[in-house]
């Protein structure tokens, strides 16, 4: 962990450069963080083997993880200046009124282990086109991603101090948010963290990006091949091996096709055996990013099974110590069980069975999250119906999730406030400044 004395000097380093990073020419900045996409497109393979062993990622994955984030990088340097640029308003008193987006100053960004590169990616890149500069602490478990993002920062050209890593403790967190030079914190994990974090921003007045857990409902209305549609679902379900805030977490199927559904469900968990996530097969699944995170989802698996849920397959963590856990699919479960309310953070599918549009609606809002959600049907308007109900931040059709680097991310309720990526990735940690000229 960091010494008080490196956390000290990075708050310092972060403030001094934002005083020249600021005045630097926004398209300048841009073809800086149009460099640093570049070098993570010239590292992808260095990049990916890092965060395969250090949290478990399937190699294919972490390589589109580092995909992902050259698009984002790419996005904000090209689109950047263009959503930063000046708006004049209509003026009924006389005179102009403009409004300008200008950087506030340093940011503290606190990012999870699940996606080392992305969760950064989506919170540096527009800050750092805008002229704010970022002090990141990352997860304790990711250390050497960390550092290789701030090697990558340090080549494409970024000023000492523009960008600072630092492996801060809690307490050491509290004092950055504290201090008066900060002026923002984003924060990307559980609950929990959010909590802490937001309670601690409120306390010294800073503006926060909160976001947190999510519980996604996934409504299939109809299909016209139920194996299909259940392979679709599944491999979704798998994605991260189900270490994503926004993985569909609640299955939601009409009746009519519920038993084909959770059958094939059933034969596809069964189906996969442990593997290499270095070198992944066809017909595995990778390890969980710790022992204690798999016995975690374990607990809340017993916790269902034992007040009457059904688990159909998996569900438990191999006994040789690892932290492999069996991916499982689980019906039957109910309001009085943990895995009703609470977030699965791994490979289990939770299915639920409805009867209706409305009673499907009803179950997807019955929940403290709200982060995305999407609805399934042969039927587009019938879905597109159904989409605009849910109580999410990210709504979506026919499509399990729109993740993109233009399309902001973000949710509402338990899920967090704020949003990431797209232009209103741009619009959180900058002053909109009315600039009003009067008529002589």
Known sequence: MATDAEVHHAIVAADEAFRSWRETPIDERSKVVNRIGELFAERTEELAAIITSEMGKPIDEARDEVAFCVDIFNYFATEGPTLASDQEIKSYSGGRAIIQKRPVGPLLGIMPWNYPYYQVARFAAPNLVLGNTVILKHAESCPRSALAIQKIMDEAGLPHGAYVNVFATHSQVAEIIADPRIQGVSVTGSERAGAAIGELAGKNLKKAVLELGGSDPYVIL???????????????????????????????VMADIYEPFVAKLKELAQALRPGNPAMPESGTYAPLSSKAAADGVCALVNDAVDKGATLHAGGHVLDDGSAYFAPAVLTGVTPNMRAYSEEIFGPVAVVY????????????????????????????????????????????????????????????????????????????????????????
Not at 225 to 238: G, H, P, V
Not at 382 to 407: P, Q
């Open 222 to 252: 109809d299909a016209d091949d139920i194996d299909q549609a259940a392979e679709n679902a599944w491999a979704r379900r798998m994605e991260n091996t189900g270490q994503a805030c926004n993985s569909n977490k609640r299955l939601i």
């Open 353 to 440: 069975k409805v009867a209706s549009d409305q009673e499907a609606i009803e179950l997807a809002n019955d929940s403290a999250y709200g982060l995305g959600g999407a609805v399934f049907s042969t039927d587009t308007e019938r879905a597109r119906k159904l989409a605009e109900r849910l109580d999410v931040g990210m709504s979506s059709v026919n499509v399990h999730s729109a993740e993109r680097a233009e399309l902001p991310f973000g949710g509402v309720k338990r899920s967090g406030f704020g949003r990431e990526l797209g232009p209103l990735g741009m619009d959180e940690f900058v002053n909109k400044r009315l600039l009003y000229i009067a008529d002589q």
